[in-house]
Nanobody, 125 residues
């Protein structure tokens, strides 16, 4: 599966953005998916993950209650709705496809493949 993230931009603190990840290939609908982010000078970190059928989702503590991951398998699309944005959310956001069949290691980036190119989110204070 090939992935392309979009929807990033500049937003003021407290604002919202919706990221999209377009997937090509036949395996998207059977792949669990995740969002990660990497801020300047920091390591890539887990943001959210969703099971292949959308039945379960998981979030980093730092975004829980503010971000919502969702997917549309009919359109091969993954989304990340980000509300109440904070300057600490500033990062390049990546979508990725989980390699395993059971979403046990969802926070671990080594369990993901087919990373998208990333989209920059900048939150001003």
């Amino acid at each position: 599966v090939q992935l392309q993230a979009s929807g990033g931009g500049l937003v003021q603190a407290g604002g919202s953005l919706r990221l999209s990840c377009a997937a090509s290939g036949r395996t998207f609908s059977t792949s669990s998916m995740g969002w990660f982010r990497q801020a300047p000078g920091k390591e890539r970190e887990f943001v959210a993950a969703i099971r292949w059928n959308g039945g379960s989702s998981y979030y980093a503590a730092s975004v829980k209650g503010r971000f919502t991951i969702s997917r549309d398998n009919a359109k091969n699309m993954l989304f990340l709705q980000m509300n109440s944005l904070k300057p600490d959310d500033t990062a390049v956001y990546y979508c990725a496809a989980y390699k395993g069949s059971v979403l046990l290691h969802y926070p671990d980036s080594t369990y993901y493949a087919h990373w998208g190119q990333g989209t920059l989110v900048t939150v001003s204070s």
